[in-house]
């Protein structure tokens, strides 16, 4: 029987009758010392120090990376990793790694550029700290589907081949599909909605979403992971703003939890799960005073630039952010009532029913750490109003016949949000680019590996 | 506060006091009898029958599908479903359906053709025996992630642009990706090899792939979903069906438990979930063997038209499922061992260490009820047999680089496998077709709604 890392520590500290177990994994590290090679082994659970007598190590000849099966008998050692090593009785090499590695597998990864990073993909996800970042972000996916199932939720699968964009034509991949043109979804924007009017009420979906932009950011990728939430049944976007507290307390509890140890890879933390229901709510127009003044205040003692900003920008949600941090003991705001040229069109208005303007929207972005995870809001779900404001936006009723078939016969009032994986994922371990977070990045340049 | 349908035949029971509560959704059906109108509620939970007097149903001016908010009090009833009523005392129309519906929601689908289904998606998904399709296939999505976490495997979300398909260059769909051409991805096969090798050594995704085949079968879909499984240190493909077993018994009892009503919407049951250690191992010669004795004995009987069976075609499929649930009480069947020329390059030789011919592979196919709903095998890990075998199948180191990068540098050995989600889900429920099974199907015509 095969033991994992973490399970030969543990029979170290166990056994006192010196039997012998087995190990298989990776050649994380090679070190002589003496006549003795101590090789640091790489498994699913972590890693485990194996000393080697002179003979074993010749007969192996070992080279990083190299995939080998140790048998041997562990004992406590209060220098090694985990307190305990294994001292191997035999060795076998099941797959050998090539000398010529490429990428240095056990380096630094701070002193390593992205690029390259990227382009060694294939060996850098071996890093441990890069291998952290994606067993956290498999945690932020099981704690934001359960949480969601917990609240009747349904979890969907909704096609990513679409005739047309959600939000109008640009920005979007095309795809020969058979004899004509097709295009990869923005979002599951409307397949969300039409679920919540098939009865489902709510649900949730984890798919890829697809943005056709040109620009090359820390905080954009052109394929990403969507956290897609519909509801039916909802008076606002404060709603929506609550489900959201409850769904990241929750993830943030899980990684707490589930992660210790890649979190303490990145020397990162993430709030405290308890910390959410003080997240402010803050009115757009009063954010943008927020950051002003914050930005008015950093440049008297010296600290920003501090042109006038004039919307929710980078630089905004890094003040607004930080702001909420003194302020409320958490750097995460949901910032509220958008207005109407920030948003999609058939965003709901705030004044409806009051005979206002409506220059405002029952809208919200999530900003945490300085930067959007989320936006959502309420949706406009009566066919007669949406036909009437079509046209306001030169937009045709033609171009919206599903859409309108959706309102047209029942639909109730809904709303939601979605939040972007690798984003969350990104601000909770404090990596500098979106891309880090992503398995296998797509951008302008790069479609392989 | 909102009551849903099922609280609401709850309360009926635990009320003796009439208190008043409130419940919303849509009008499934509206039917009058001597002055009183009875109006069959649709919300997430299922249907409740409410009572409007004459002056409240004249109010609402209801019709099918309106979204509605009634108050009333509960009462049991005998004669209504669930054996419980609301008399209703209010009524809000929400949001009034228009009355040309273009499709009958509560009307009999097997008595609609399934263009018509699909052409009409928007609304057909609102009925519940559709709607109960994707309750079931959520059930499925979270049994097969909770099986495998609870199994250590790691959740990954791999890239679906890809820039040269796994498979050779045919079915692929091609991608405007700014400059340049790429492809969808036919499955994440080498990214979960990736994964594997990275040290996670057992990972899973449930993610869309694309086929760009022309055929129009009830069993194929141009996008699927695929519930996709990899893990190391396997010795053959032995141990993924091991897994697999563990996995459908895990996914049947589910289903069982919280899918009740849905199978009984369909007449449906799952195997019990224990007979799973039943379904027998087939290897390729044998099935073959057996798919002909059954087309014989069905001749003779007058059942089939009785051609010889050459490969495990469909009407395979249909025969070893019969036969296996007549010999082992269940009607899933694992045939493994396919001849090389049936499996892709990469499939391990069943006879590598014997100096064997390598004409069988290591890969199994798992049979559910007259369907392929798995493919799988373990993988060649080995650089340089790799290396050796490409040009045997006409293909070039070139054209895999990525997948030589992986194999050079320590890769234990692996394998796995591919459930196809909407097959899965067909064949729990018996659906004609496997279209039914996707909220959004796309085939070669259809890439609307």
């Known amino acids: 029987m095969r033991y994992l890392a973490n399970e030969a520590i543990k029979a170290a500290a166990e056994n006192k009758t010196g039997v012998e177990i087995e190990v298989s994994g990776w050649v994380h590290r090679i070190r002589e010392l003496g006549g003795i090679t101590f090789v640091v082994l790489r498994d699913r659970s972590g890693i485990l120090q194996i000393v080697l007598s002179e003979s074993l190590a010749d007969a192996g000849k070992l080279t990083p990376e190299s995939v080998i099966r140790v048998r041997g008998v562990p004992a406590l050692n209060e220098k090694a990793p985990g307190g305990a090593e294994l001292r191997a009785v035999s060795l076998e090499v099941i797959s050998r790694a090539a000398p010529d590695l490429p990428y240095q597998v056990n380096g630094d990864i701070a002193k390593t550029g992205l690029e390259t990073i990227l382009d060694n993909r294939i060996l850098s996800l071996r890093n441990p700290r890069i291998t952290a970042i994606f067993k956290v972000q498999a945690t932020i996916i099981e704690a934001f589907s359960a949480y969601l199932r917990g609240r009747d939720f349904t979890e969907i699968k909704t096609s990513k081949i679409v005739g047309s964009g959600t939000e109008g034509g640009t920005e ?209 779900h009566d066919y007669n109003v949406f036909l009437e404001t079509l046209p306001k936006f030169g937009l045709k009723p033609g171009d919206f016949t599903g859409y309108l078939s959706l309102l047209k016969y029942g639909c109730p009032p809904h709303g939601g949000f979605a939040v972007g994986c690798e984003r969350l994922t990104q601000k909770i371990l404090g990596l500098a680019n979106v891309k880090e977070a992503s398995l296998f990045p797509r951008d302008r340049k790069r479609v392989e590996p």
């Open 172 to 380: 979007l991949f095309e795809v020969d599909y058979f004899d004509r043109k097709v295009y990869l979804a923005q979002s599951p924007q409307f397949y969300k909605e039409v679920m919540v009017a098939s009865g489902l009420e709510r649900v949730f979906e984890v798919a890829p979403a697809y943005r056709a932009e040109k620009h090359d950011t820390p905080r954009h990728l052109n394929e990403y992971v969507s956290l897609d939430v519909e509801m039916g049944f909802i008076e606002s976007e404060k709603d929506l703003i609550e489900l959201e507290r409850g769904l990241l307390a929750h993830i943030f509890d899980q990684a707490a939890r589930k992660n210790a140890g890649e979190l303490a890879l990145w020397n990162a933390s993430v709030p405290e799960p308890s910390s959410l229901a003080k997240a402010p709510i803050v009115p757009y127009e009063e954010a943008l005073k927020i950051a002003n003044d914050e930005a008015a205040a950093a440049k008297k003692s010296g600290g920003s630039s501090g042109g006038r900003i004039f919307d929710i920008n980078p630089e905004a949600e890094r003040l607004i952010c930080a702001w909420a941090g003194r302020e409320y003991g958490i750097e995460l705001a949901f910032v509220n009532e958008f207005p109407r040229r920030y948003r999609p069109f058939y965003t709901y208005p705030l004044d409806a029913g009051a005979g206002g303007s409506g220059a405002l929207t029952m809208s919200f972005d999530t900003l945490f750490r300085g930067l959007e995870i989320t936006t959502g809001g309420r949706r406009q």
